[in-house]
Protein backbone atom coordinates (compact mmCIF):
# COMPACT_ATOMS: atom_id res chain seq x y z
CA UNK A 1 0.00 0.00 0.00
CA UNK A 2 0.81 3.36 -0.73
CA UNK A 3 1.14 4.07 3.09
CA UNK A 4 3.70 1.47 3.82
CA UNK A 5 6.09 3.27 0.62
CA UNK A 6 5.80 6.31 2.04
CA UNK A 7 7.11 5.16 5.74
CA UNK A 8 9.61 3.92 3.99
CA UNK A 9 10.84 6.71 2.17
CA UNK A 10 10.18 8.58 5.53
CA UNK A 11 12.94 6.57 7.48
CA UNK A 12 15.30 7.72 5.00
CA UNK A 13 14.02 11.33 5.41
CA UNK A 14 13.76 11.57 9.23
CA UNK A 15 15.64 14.64 10.37
CA UNK A 16 14.76 17.26 7.48
CA UNK A 17 12.17 19.44 8.96
CA UNK A 18 10.58 20.49 5.58
CA UNK A 19 9.72 19.22 2.26
CA UNK A 20 12.00 19.97 -0.41
CA UNK A 21 12.16 19.47 -4.23
CA UNK A 22 13.96 16.68 -3.82
CA UNK A 23 12.70 14.47 -1.17
CA UNK A 24 9.18 15.20 -2.48
CA UNK A 25 10.08 14.17 -5.41
CA UNK A 26 10.36 10.33 -4.10
CA UNK A 27 7.54 10.50 -2.59
CA UNK A 28 5.05 12.14 -5.10
CA UNK A 29 6.52 9.08 -7.52
CA UNK A 30 5.26 6.70 -4.76
CA UNK A 31 1.55 8.69 -4.97
CA UNK A 32 1.92 8.72 -8.73
CA UNK A 33 2.25 5.13 -8.79
CA UNK A 34 -0.78 4.41 -6.01
CA UNK A 35 -3.15 6.99 -8.11
CA UNK A 36 -2.52 4.78 -11.37
CA UNK A 37 -2.52 1.24 -9.14
CA UNK A 38 -6.12 2.57 -8.43
CA UNK A 39 -7.29 2.98 -11.68
CA UNK A 40 -7.16 6.86 -12.02
CA UNK A 41 -6.83 7.93 -15.71
CA UNK A 42 -3.28 9.71 -16.51
CA UNK A 43 -3.87 13.41 -17.38
CA UNK A 44 -6.09 13.18 -14.36
CA UNK A 45 -2.83 12.05 -12.66
CA UNK A 46 -0.62 14.36 -13.58
CA UNK A 47 -2.94 17.44 -12.62
CA UNK A 48 -3.04 16.00 -9.20
CA UNK A 49 0.17 15.30 -8.70
CA UNK A 50 1.37 19.12 -9.40
CA UNK A 51 -1.27 20.44 -7.16
CA UNK A 52 0.15 18.20 -4.19
CA UNK A 53 3.80 19.21 -5.27
CA UNK A 54 2.49 22.86 -5.07
CA UNK A 55 1.23 22.09 -1.70
CA UNK A 56 3.90 20.40 -0.27
CA UNK A 57 6.76 22.19 -1.68
CA UNK A 58 8.17 24.22 0.95
CA UNK A 59 5.27 23.64 3.70
CA UNK A 60 6.97 23.53 7.12
CA UNK A 61 6.38 19.89 8.67
CA UNK A 62 4.85 20.87 11.80
CA UNK A 63 5.92 19.23 15.39
CA UNK A 64 7.92 16.08 14.95
CA UNK A 65 6.09 14.50 12.62
CA UNK A 66 8.29 13.79 9.79
CA UNK A 67 7.82 14.84 6.12
CA UNK A 68 6.23 11.53 4.53
CA UNK A 69 3.38 11.41 7.48
CA UNK A 70 3.14 15.08 5.88
CA UNK A 71 2.74 14.62 2.73
CA UNK A 72 -0.06 11.59 3.38
CA UNK A 73 -1.55 14.66 4.99
CA UNK A 74 -1.76 16.44 1.87
CA UNK A 75 -2.42 13.86 -0.60
CA UNK A 76 -5.29 12.31 1.51
CA UNK A 77 -6.82 16.03 1.81
CA UNK A 78 -6.21 16.85 -2.11
CA UNK A 79 -7.92 13.86 -3.01
CA UNK A 80 -10.82 14.71 -0.64
CA UNK A 81 -11.11 18.10 -1.67
CA UNK A 82 -11.00 17.22 -5.69
CA UNK A 83 -13.82 14.73 -5.36
CA UNK A 84 -16.10 16.82 -3.21
CA UNK A 85 -16.80 18.34 0.22
CA UNK A 86 -19.44 18.31 1.98
CA UNK A 87 -22.87 16.13 0.89
CA UNK A 88 -24.02 17.03 -2.26
CA UNK A 89 -28.04 15.41 -2.21
CA UNK A 90 -30.01 15.03 -4.48
CA UNK A 91 -31.79 18.42 -5.43
CA UNK A 92 -35.88 18.40 -5.79
CA UNK A 93 -36.22 21.94 -6.23
CA UNK A 94 -38.50 21.88 -9.33
CA UNK A 95 -42.38 22.64 -9.96
CA UNK A 96 -42.87 18.63 -9.21
CA UNK A 97 -42.75 16.47 -10.75
CA UNK A 98 -39.10 16.65 -10.36
CA UNK A 99 -37.71 14.80 -13.16
CA UNK A 100 -34.14 12.83 -12.70
CA UNK A 101 -32.77 11.68 -16.22
CA UNK A 102 -30.28 8.25 -15.89
CA UNK A 103 -27.17 8.90 -17.93
CA UNK A 104 -24.79 6.08 -18.74
CA UNK A 105 -23.20 2.91 -20.65
CA UNK A 106 -24.53 -0.35 -20.74
CA UNK A 107 -24.26 -2.03 -17.26
CA UNK A 108 -23.14 1.15 -15.69
CA UNK A 109 -26.15 -0.02 -12.83
CA UNK A 110 -28.82 2.60 -15.11
CA UNK A 111 -32.15 1.03 -13.93
CA UNK A 112 -30.68 -0.73 -10.38
CA UNK A 113 -29.45 3.01 -9.93
CA UNK A 114 -33.43 3.64 -10.56
CA UNK A 115 -35.28 2.14 -8.00
CA UNK A 116 -32.19 2.45 -5.32
CA UNK A 117 -33.02 6.18 -5.75
CA UNK A 118 -36.98 5.89 -5.89
CA UNK A 119 -36.14 3.88 -2.57
CA UNK A 120 -34.54 6.41 -0.94
CA UNK A 121 -36.50 9.20 -2.01
CA UNK A 122 -39.81 6.96 -1.02
CA UNK A 123 -38.52 6.15 2.18
CA UNK A 124 -35.99 8.80 3.52
CA UNK A 125 -37.34 11.47 1.89
CA UNK A 126 -41.15 10.52 1.94
CA UNK A 127 -41.84 11.16 -1.69
CA UNK A 128 -44.17 9.63 -4.15
CA UNK A 129 -42.04 7.95 -6.77
CA UNK A 130 -42.93 6.94 -10.32
CA UNK A 131 -40.48 5.47 -12.79
CA UNK A 132 -40.27 5.21 -16.95
CA UNK A 133 -38.16 3.18 -18.71
CA UNK A 134 -37.18 4.67 -22.16
CA UNK A 135 -34.94 1.31 -22.96
CA UNK A 136 -36.86 0.01 -25.68
CA UNK A 137 -33.78 -1.69 -27.20
CA UNK A 138 -32.44 -4.46 -24.43
CA UNK A 139 -34.92 -7.58 -24.37
CA UNK A 140 -36.69 -7.36 -20.96
CA UNK A 141 -34.93 -4.11 -19.77
CA UNK A 142 -38.52 -2.29 -18.99
CA UNK A 143 -39.79 -5.43 -17.22
CA UNK A 144 -36.62 -5.09 -15.29
CA UNK A 145 -37.30 -1.67 -14.08
CA UNK A 146 -40.76 -2.70 -13.20
CA UNK A 147 -39.54 -5.72 -11.30
CA UNK A 148 -36.92 -3.44 -9.02
CA UNK A 149 -39.41 -0.80 -8.85
CA UNK A 150 -41.59 -2.51 -7.34
CA UNK A 151 -39.32 -4.08 -4.94
CA UNK A 152 -38.64 -0.65 -3.72
CA UNK A 153 -42.27 0.31 -3.15
CA UNK A 154 -42.57 2.74 -6.39
CA UNK A 155 -44.83 3.56 -8.94
CA UNK A 156 -44.11 1.90 -12.66
CA UNK A 157 -44.85 3.17 -15.76
CA UNK A 158 -45.56 0.87 -18.27
CA UNK A 159 -43.81 1.06 -21.53
CA UNK A 160 -43.52 -1.65 -25.06
CA UNK A 161 -40.80 -1.77 -26.73
CA UNK A 162 -42.29 -0.74 -29.96
CA UNK A 163 -42.90 2.34 -28.65
CA UNK A 164 -40.07 6.30 -28.94
CA UNK A 165 -38.27 6.39 -25.96
CA UNK A 166 -39.59 10.32 -26.37
CA UNK A 167 -42.84 9.37 -26.49
CA UNK A 168 -42.92 6.81 -23.66
CA UNK A 169 -40.60 9.90 -21.08
CA UNK A 170 -43.64 12.81 -22.45
CA UNK A 171 -46.41 9.90 -21.81
CA UNK A 172 -44.79 9.79 -17.85
CA UNK A 173 -44.65 12.87 -17.31
CA UNK A 174 -47.98 13.84 -18.44
CA UNK A 175 -49.03 10.89 -16.01
CA UNK A 176 -47.36 12.17 -13.19
CA UNK A 177 -47.99 15.60 -13.03
CA UNK A 178 -51.91 14.52 -13.39
CA UNK A 179 -51.40 11.64 -10.34
CA UNK A 180 -49.11 14.37 -8.47
CA UNK A 181 -45.75 12.78 -8.31
CA UNK A 182 -43.00 14.73 -6.85
CA UNK A 183 -40.30 12.50 -8.63
CA UNK A 184 -40.12 11.26 -11.80
CA UNK A 185 -37.07 9.07 -12.61
CA UNK A 186 -36.37 8.17 -16.18
CA UNK A 187 -34.44 5.01 -16.57
CA UNK A 188 -32.81 5.43 -20.17
CA UNK A 189 -30.98 2.44 -22.74
CA UNK A 190 -26.85 2.59 -23.07
CA UNK A 191 -25.29 1.09 -25.30
CA UNK A 192 -21.76 -0.80 -25.06
CA UNK A 193 -19.95 1.85 -26.05
CA UNK A 194 -20.60 5.37 -26.60
CA UNK A 195 -22.28 6.26 -30.33
CA UNK A 196 -24.10 9.03 -31.84
CA UNK A 197 -27.96 7.91 -31.37
CA UNK A 198 -27.84 7.23 -27.75
CA UNK A 199 -26.32 10.50 -27.32
CA UNK A 200 -29.01 12.16 -29.76
CA UNK A 201 -31.67 10.31 -28.04
CA UNK A 202 -30.58 10.97 -24.49
CA UNK A 203 -30.09 14.69 -25.46
CA UNK A 204 -33.63 14.87 -26.68
CA UNK A 205 -35.02 13.32 -23.71
CA UNK A 206 -32.95 15.78 -21.67
CA UNK A 207 -34.87 18.63 -23.61
CA UNK A 208 -37.85 17.47 -23.64
CA UNK A 209 -38.04 16.76 -19.94
CA UNK A 210 -35.78 19.39 -18.54
CA UNK A 211 -34.79 17.41 -15.56
CA UNK A 212 -33.92 18.93 -12.23
CA UNK A 213 -30.84 16.39 -12.01
CA UNK A 214 -29.13 14.79 -14.71
CA UNK A 215 -27.08 12.12 -13.29
CA UNK A 216 -24.22 10.29 -14.97
CA UNK A 217 -24.18 6.42 -13.75
CA UNK A 218 -20.68 4.98 -14.08
CA UNK A 219 -19.28 1.87 -12.87
CA UNK A 220 -16.39 2.24 -10.55
CA UNK A 221 -14.71 -0.85 -12.50
CA UNK A 222 -14.46 1.03 -15.07
CA UNK A 223 -10.61 2.68 -14.70
CA UNK A 224 -8.95 4.48 -17.18
CA UNK A 225 -11.90 3.93 -19.94
CA UNK A 226 -14.31 6.20 -17.38
CA UNK A 227 -12.15 9.18 -18.40
CA UNK A 228 -13.62 8.92 -22.09
CA UNK A 229 -17.13 7.93 -20.98
CA UNK A 230 -17.41 10.91 -18.87
CA UNK A 231 -16.11 13.22 -21.22
CA UNK A 232 -18.07 12.17 -23.94
CA UNK A 233 -21.68 12.31 -21.45
CA UNK A 234 -20.03 15.64 -20.35
CA UNK A 235 -20.08 17.05 -23.90
CA UNK A 236 -23.48 15.76 -24.63
CA UNK A 237 -25.68 16.62 -21.46
CA UNK A 238 -25.21 19.49 -19.11
CA UNK A 239 -25.13 16.46 -15.97
CA UNK A 240 -25.51 17.80 -12.41
CA UNK A 241 -24.12 14.81 -10.66
CA UNK A 242 -22.85 11.65 -10.36
CA UNK A 243 -23.40 8.07 -9.01
CA UNK A 244 -20.19 5.74 -9.26
CA UNK A 245 -21.65 2.05 -8.53
CA UNK A 246 -20.16 -1.14 -7.94
CA UNK A 247 -17.60 -0.01 -5.45
CA UNK A 248 -18.28 -3.20 -3.48
CA UNK A 249 -15.83 -4.72 -5.81
CA UNK A 250 -12.64 -5.06 -5.23
CA UNK A 251 -11.23 -1.83 -7.49
CA UNK A 252 -9.61 1.04 -5.32
CA UNK A 253 -11.99 3.37 -7.23
CA UNK A 254 -9.84 5.74 -8.53
CA UNK A 255 -12.75 6.10 -11.10
CA UNK A 256 -14.04 8.50 -9.20
CA UNK A 257 -11.08 11.14 -9.31
CA UNK A 258 -11.57 10.54 -13.09
CA UNK A 259 -15.10 11.46 -13.63
CA UNK A 260 -14.88 14.11 -10.81
CA UNK A 261 -12.46 16.19 -12.12
CA UNK A 262 -14.02 15.94 -16.01
CA UNK A 263 -17.29 16.67 -15.62
CA UNK A 264 -17.03 18.83 -12.79
CA UNK A 265 -20.11 17.73 -11.15
CA UNK A 266 -20.48 16.22 -7.71
CA UNK A 267 -20.50 12.33 -7.12
CA UNK A 268 -23.58 11.96 -5.24
CA UNK A 269 -24.00 8.46 -4.94
CA UNK A 270 -22.46 5.07 -4.56
CA UNK A 271 -23.55 2.02 -5.35
CA UNK A 272 -22.59 -0.13 -2.95
CA UNK A 273 -24.33 -3.94 -3.17
CA UNK A 274 -26.77 -5.23 -5.97
CA UNK A 275 -29.44 -4.96 -3.55
CA UNK A 276 -31.65 -1.98 -3.15
CA UNK A 277 -30.44 -0.40 -0.29
CA UNK A 278 -26.82 -0.46 -1.43
CA UNK A 279 -26.75 3.18 -2.42
CA UNK A 280 -24.54 5.66 -0.17
CA UNK A 281 -24.35 9.05 0.29
CA UNK A 282 -20.82 9.51 -1.68
CA UNK A 283 -18.18 10.19 1.34
CA UNK A 284 -15.40 11.90 -0.41
CA UNK A 285 -12.99 11.85 2.63
CA UNK A 286 -13.55 8.04 3.36
CA UNK A 287 -13.10 7.77 -0.52
CA UNK A 288 -9.55 9.73 -0.60
CA UNK A 289 -8.39 6.62 2.14
CA UNK A 290 -9.63 3.95 -0.48
CA UNK A 291 -7.90 5.23 -3.34
CA UNK A 292 -4.54 5.38 -1.68
CA UNK A 293 -5.05 1.97 -0.35
CA UNK A 294 -5.19 3.26 3.32
CA UNK A 295 -8.46 1.84 4.60
CA UNK A 296 -9.71 3.00 7.38
CA UNK A 297 -8.24 4.43 11.03
CA UNK A 298 -6.69 1.82 12.23
CA UNK A 299 -4.65 0.86 9.01
CA UNK A 300 -3.37 4.17 9.24
CA UNK A 301 -2.10 4.84 12.63
CA UNK A 302 -0.91 1.42 12.40
CA UNK A 303 1.23 2.53 8.54
CA UNK A 304 1.83 5.73 10.48
CA UNK A 305 3.23 4.05 13.63
CA UNK A 306 4.88 1.62 11.47
CA UNK A 307 7.53 3.95 10.59
CA UNK A 308 9.55 3.91 13.71
CA UNK A 309 8.78 0.82 14.85
CA UNK A 310 9.99 -1.63 11.96
CA UNK A 311 13.49 -1.49 12.73
CA UNK A 312 13.24 -2.16 16.43
CA UNK A 313 10.92 -5.15 16.43
CA UNK A 314 13.42 -6.63 14.20
CA UNK A 315 16.16 -5.83 16.58
CA UNK A 316 13.81 -7.31 18.78
CA UNK A 317 13.44 -9.76 17.09
CA UNK A 318 16.46 -11.05 16.55
CA UNK A 319 17.46 -10.61 20.16
CA UNK A 320 15.14 -13.07 21.26
CA UNK A 321 16.34 -15.70 18.43
CA UNK A 322 19.59 -15.16 19.42
CA UNK A 323 18.93 -15.84 23.36
CA UNK A 324 19.53 -12.32 24.66
CA UNK A 325 16.37 -11.71 26.04
CA UNK A 326 14.00 -8.49 26.16
CA UNK A 327 15.23 -6.22 28.47
CA UNK A 328 14.36 -3.09 30.70
CA UNK A 329 17.03 -1.47 28.32
CA UNK A 330 14.99 -2.31 24.82
CA UNK A 331 11.72 -1.25 26.93
CA UNK A 332 13.59 2.09 27.29
CA UNK A 333 14.40 2.36 24.00
CA UNK A 334 10.98 1.84 22.74
CA UNK A 335 9.69 4.65 24.51
CA UNK A 336 12.14 6.76 23.24
CA UNK A 337 11.15 5.85 19.80
CA UNK A 338 7.82 7.03 20.88
CA UNK A 339 8.38 10.17 22.02
CA UNK A 340 10.74 11.35 19.23
CA UNK A 341 7.93 10.74 16.94
CA UNK A 342 6.50 13.37 19.26
CA UNK A 343 4.39 11.48 21.45
CA UNK A 344 0.97 9.74 20.71
CA UNK A 345 -0.62 12.93 20.39
CA UNK A 346 1.74 14.63 18.16
CA UNK A 347 1.38 11.88 16.03
CA UNK A 348 -2.29 12.05 15.95
CA UNK A 349 -2.97 15.82 15.67
CA UNK A 350 -1.42 15.05 11.81
CA UNK A 351 -4.16 12.75 10.72
CA UNK A 352 -6.98 13.80 8.38
CA UNK A 353 -9.63 15.41 10.61
CA UNK A 354 -12.06 12.63 10.01
CA UNK A 355 -9.60 10.01 11.03
CA UNK A 356 -8.88 12.67 14.43
CA UNK A 357 -12.43 12.39 15.56
CA UNK A 358 -12.68 9.34 15.77
CA UNK A 359 -9.02 8.51 17.36
CA UNK A 360 -10.06 12.09 19.86
CA UNK A 361 -12.04 9.40 22.00
CA UNK A 362 -8.26 7.75 22.94
CA UNK A 363 -6.69 10.20 26.12
CA UNK A 364 -3.47 10.85 24.39
CA UNK A 365 -2.20 14.00 26.57
CA UNK A 366 -2.48 11.48 29.26
CA UNK A 367 -0.60 8.59 27.55
CA UNK A 368 2.42 10.89 26.96
CA UNK A 369 2.42 12.00 30.64
CA UNK A 370 2.84 8.43 31.14
CA UNK A 371 5.35 8.15 28.43
CA UNK A 372 7.98 10.17 30.28
CA UNK A 373 6.90 9.02 33.53
CA UNK A 374 8.03 5.60 32.25
CA UNK A 375 11.39 6.74 31.18
CA UNK A 376 12.17 8.32 34.19
CA UNK A 377 11.73 5.07 36.20
CA UNK A 378 13.99 3.41 33.95
CA UNK A 379 16.40 5.42 33.88
CA UNK A 380 16.35 5.42 37.85
CA UNK A 381 17.53 2.20 37.52
CA UNK A 382 20.86 0.99 37.76
CA UNK A 383 22.58 -1.06 34.20
CA UNK A 384 22.24 -4.38 36.21
CA UNK A 385 18.67 -3.69 37.43
CA UNK A 386 17.60 -2.79 33.71
CA UNK A 387 19.41 -6.42 32.49
CA UNK A 388 17.88 -8.19 35.63
CA UNK A 389 14.62 -6.84 36.20
CA UNK A 390 13.62 -10.18 38.62
CA UNK A 391 16.25 -8.49 41.00
CA UNK A 392 14.17 -5.47 41.72
CA UNK A 393 12.33 -5.91 44.97
CA UNK A 394 11.09 -3.95 47.74
CA UNK A 395 13.72 -1.56 48.63
CA UNK A 396 15.49 -1.32 45.03
CA UNK A 397 11.66 -0.10 44.05
CA UNK A 398 11.59 2.52 46.61
CA UNK A 399 14.76 3.86 45.89
CA UNK A 400 13.60 4.01 41.88
CA UNK A 401 10.48 5.87 42.86
CA UNK A 402 12.11 8.20 44.99
CA UNK A 403 14.64 8.82 41.83
CA UNK A 404 12.03 8.91 39.12
CA UNK A 405 9.73 11.42 41.59
CA UNK A 406 6.46 8.82 41.70
CA UNK A 407 5.01 6.76 43.84
CA UNK A 408 5.82 2.88 44.14
CA UNK A 409 3.03 1.54 42.64
CA UNK A 410 4.01 3.11 39.38
CA UNK A 411 6.92 1.29 39.58
CA UNK A 412 4.75 -1.51 40.34
CA UNK A 413 3.10 -0.94 37.27
CA UNK A 414 6.06 -0.49 34.90
CA UNK A 415 7.21 -3.97 35.91
CA UNK A 416 4.31 -5.66 35.60
CA UNK A 417 3.64 -4.05 31.75
CA UNK A 418 7.27 -4.72 30.83
CA UNK A 419 6.33 -8.42 32.07
CA UNK A 420 3.56 -8.47 29.69
CA UNK A 421 5.51 -7.48 26.42
CA UNK A 422 8.43 -9.18 27.52
CA UNK A 423 6.00 -12.48 27.04
CA UNK A 424 4.48 -10.68 24.04
CA UNK A 425 8.55 -10.13 22.76
CA UNK A 426 8.96 -13.79 22.92
CA UNK A 427 5.29 -14.31 20.63
CA UNK A 428 5.82 -11.99 17.89
CA UNK A 429 6.65 -12.65 15.05
CA UNK A 430 6.44 -9.70 13.73
CA UNK A 431 3.28 -7.78 13.42
CA UNK A 432 2.86 -7.61 17.18
CA UNK A 433 4.83 -4.56 17.74
CA UNK A 434 1.68 -1.78 17.22
CA UNK A 435 -0.15 -4.46 20.05
CA UNK A 436 3.25 -3.49 22.17
CA UNK A 437 3.06 0.17 21.78
CA UNK A 438 -0.69 0.13 22.76
CA UNK A 439 0.07 -1.49 26.06
CA UNK A 440 2.74 1.21 26.22
CA UNK A 441 0.50 3.45 25.53
CA UNK A 442 -1.71 2.98 28.38
P1 LIG B 1 -27.77 -0.65 -16.76
O1 LIG B 1 -27.51 -1.38 -18.01
O2 LIG B 1 -26.98 0.61 -16.69
O3 LIG B 1 -29.22 -0.39 -16.51
O4 LIG B 1 -27.24 -1.55 -15.55
P2 LIG B 1 -28.07 -2.47 -14.55
O5 LIG B 1 -28.77 -1.64 -13.53
O6 LIG B 1 -28.90 -3.45 -15.29
O7 LIG B 1 -26.87 -3.21 -13.80
C1 LIG B 1 -25.96 -4.05 -14.46
C2 LIG B 1 -25.45 -5.05 -13.46
O8 LIG B 1 -24.70 -4.41 -12.46
C3 LIG B 1 -26.56 -5.80 -12.76
O9 LIG B 1 -26.18 -7.15 -12.62
C4 LIG B 1 -26.63 -5.12 -11.40
O10 LIG B 1 -27.10 -6.00 -10.40
C5 LIG B 1 -25.21 -4.76 -11.18
N1 LIG B 1 -25.03 -3.58 -10.30
C6 LIG B 1 -25.54 -2.36 -10.41
N2 LIG B 1 -25.13 -1.56 -9.40
C7 LIG B 1 -24.34 -2.31 -8.62
C8 LIG B 1 -23.58 -2.07 -7.42
O11 LIG B 1 -23.54 -0.97 -6.85
N3 LIG B 1 -22.88 -3.12 -6.92
C9 LIG B 1 -22.89 -4.35 -7.53
N4 LIG B 1 -22.18 -5.31 -6.97
N5 LIG B 1 -23.56 -4.59 -8.64
C10 LIG B 1 -24.29 -3.61 -9.19
MG1 LIG C 1 -30.87 -0.72 -17.75
Redesign the pocket.
Known amino acids: ALADKLTRLVKELRGQARITESNVQDMLREVRMALLEADVALPVVRDFIARVKDKALGQEVLGSLKPGQTLVGIVNRELAATMGQGVADINLAAQPPAVILMA ?1 L ?8 TAKLAKYLIEKRKKKVLTVSGDVYRPAAIE ?1 LQTVTRQAGGAFFPSLPEQKPLDIALAALDHARKHYFDVLLVDTA ?1 RLAIDQAMMEEIKALHAALNPVETLF ?1 VDAMQGQDAINTARAFREALPLTGIVL ?5 DSRGGAALSVRQITGVPIKFA ?4 KLD ?1 LDVFDAERHAGRILGMGDIVALVEQVTAGVDIEAAQKLAAKVKSGNGFDLNDFLSQIRQMKQMGGLSSLLDKLPAQLMAKAGALDMDRADKDLRHKEGIIQSMTPLERRKPELIKATRKRRIAHGAGVHVQEVNRLLKEFEQMQGMVKKMKGGGLMKMMKTMGG
Open positions: GQGAGKTTTQGVTKLDGGVSEG
